[in-house]
């Protein structure tokens, strides 16, 4: 539990840590980014080592103006550590020093040049190697993970969150040391020409780490404020221009403007926080700096007057003056930079510490003993004892699942599909056909029972390995940016370039493709928004195709298409699914009435399973549906009103009411009883 006296802070993602933890999170963090700059530690090294010459040579700069006062210009008897190689005749010293003067900028400039080239080529590196791990972490998170974050913050993870952490890569991390360096260096330049003024500029000090930890307070929250701010813009901004169509169809763009306007003042008002702790924070680093070379004048001329200093000390100081407060400067600005990074650092981290398991809540895992801790042994996987190109066997036993909590949305599913045999899936909207193939899939996890592939169950297979054995054809098509080619290969190079035109002409899209200009290598746009719906979903047959998978799932593969389209895929599927093991969801029973078996769903639960002319024998559900849909062609152009139900009403009567003498029955004990 705890405690309520313990003041908190805001993370930023709707979660508060105890202030007190708040300087341990900031560690642990830049201890985690620090890890990422370890493969680069010889660039690291020779950027520190080009500071550390950058830092000495500019302490050396003011040392030679005391020497040139002292010695040459106010004629006095000062010694410095150059006499042994200064000439005695004023002129020739004096050229001799600002030779050496020019010297030291040249060199301090080159250093300060590769130095920071060095650092900025290692922090683009660093940020592609944490690009690359939260992409390919997204990757491996569950459908449900992406059901729950929008696209627009999880975008913004990779780009804007990623792009504050670069600029606290190439000019925070090592210039922070430098500015340290740089701070030291100086004063100990300082005691050395006089400790009494160095006490003088020491005095500052308080005050100015009064103003570094008031700035710090209020950084942090502006920037985390900020950093939320651009995620709920990236994610407006992706919704909106996604579905500009439907903006424009229902005149939406006024509302969507105003929206857009609140949405962009609140990042403007997360800026303005940001905005104003930086009004006020450099004005005052910048009026202490004055304040410094007041007292430096002040002081300085008090002991040159008594005799204890020099004028070159005095004129010395003043240029080591501005050099104290740039350092400063530089530091707070640094800390800014940091603060903004440690709001990235937050999210990011947060998404990368995200693990795919922790998604499914309330999904125990249904394997008990050994079986569950033990990881599969073989090399290639679970497998790998299956003979390759051979159909297989999938079985559902006893599955439950629901999306929350105990909200089933499947009940108690068993059924099993034999190596090479087509099984269709029916049912009204919401019975849980689509549920099933998530579940075989692994984009969710069952909550009970268990699902086996070739006798194993599925969560034994490696992730990746038993998704290389489904082909899948959605109802709704995605294609990707690039040719006709790598889309059907996914880029997979194994998939020869022969191959994917059998596969195209197997789906009846070679006559297509091949009136194209640019044929196979014909650029889409985003979405293949370039080709016709029915294009995309020949594209998506071939693409399930090409990687020649034992098991085939169509799921409303033909629901969307036009009846030319839908013709060319009706004379593919036989030979599509030759050789494979089927799944077959479709609402247009005309479709599926050749598959070896149909199974009927209602409200989660298997209700019927049989051939077509069996379920039609039966008379239940699925005949009623059958009965329906053609009922719905022979009234086609029959206008409401008219005596009799319409379809729609006849419809609702079949989800609800056709199966009375089947649907479930309470028991005394609260269980229900499935039908025989």
Known sequence: MSDPAVPRRSTGEGKTVPKKSARIADTRLIARLVVYLSPYRPAVAVSIVLLIIHSLLGVAGPYLTKVAVDRYLAAGTATSLLDAWLPLEPRAGLDFLAVLYIATLLIGFAARYFQTYVMHYTGQRVMRDLRLDVFNHLQTMETRFFDRNQVGRLVTRVTSDVDALNEMFTSGVVAVFGDVLTLVAVFVAMLYLSPELTLGIAALTPPILVVVFVFRQHARAAYRAVRQAVATTNTFLQEHISGMKIVQLFAHERESLKEFDEISAAHRDAHRQAIRAHAVFYPVIEWLGVLGTGILLFYGGYLVSEGALTVGVVVAFLQYGTRVFRPIQDLSEKYNILQSAMASCERIFGLLDTKPQEEAVGEPDVLSGDAAEQPVSSPLGVGAGVAAGVPLRVEFRNVWFAYKDEDWVLRDVSFTIEPGETLAVVGRTGAGKTTLINLLLRFYRHSKG???????????????????????????????????????????????????????????????????????????????????????????????????????????????????????????????????????????????KHADRILVMHRGEVRELGTHEELLRQGGVYAKLYQLQYQEQETRHWQPGEEGQTAAETASDVGENVIPEQSSRETGDGEKTKPS
């Open 450 to 592: 268990e699902i086996l592939v070739a006798g194993k169950s599925i969560r034994e297979w490696p992730e990746d390995e038993l998704r290389r054995q489904f082909g899948v054809v959605l109802q709704e098509p995605y294609l990707f940016s690039g040719s006709i080619e790598d889309n059907i290969r996914m880029h997979d190079r194994t998939v020869s370039s022969e191959a994917v035109r059998e596969v195209a002409r197997e789906v009846n899209l070679a006559p297509f493709i091949e009136s194209l200009s640019n044929g196979y290598q014909t650029k889409l746009n985003e979405q293949g928004s370039s080709l016709s719906w029915g294009q995309r979903q020949l594209v998506s047959f071939a693409r399930a195709l090409a990687h020649r998978p034992r098991l085939l799932i169509l799921d409303e593969a033909t629901s969307s298409v036009d009846t030319q389209t839908e013709i060319l895929i009706r004379d593919a599927i036989p030979r599509l699914m030759k050789g494979h093991t089927s799944i077959v969801i479709a609402h247009r029973l005309s479709t599926i």
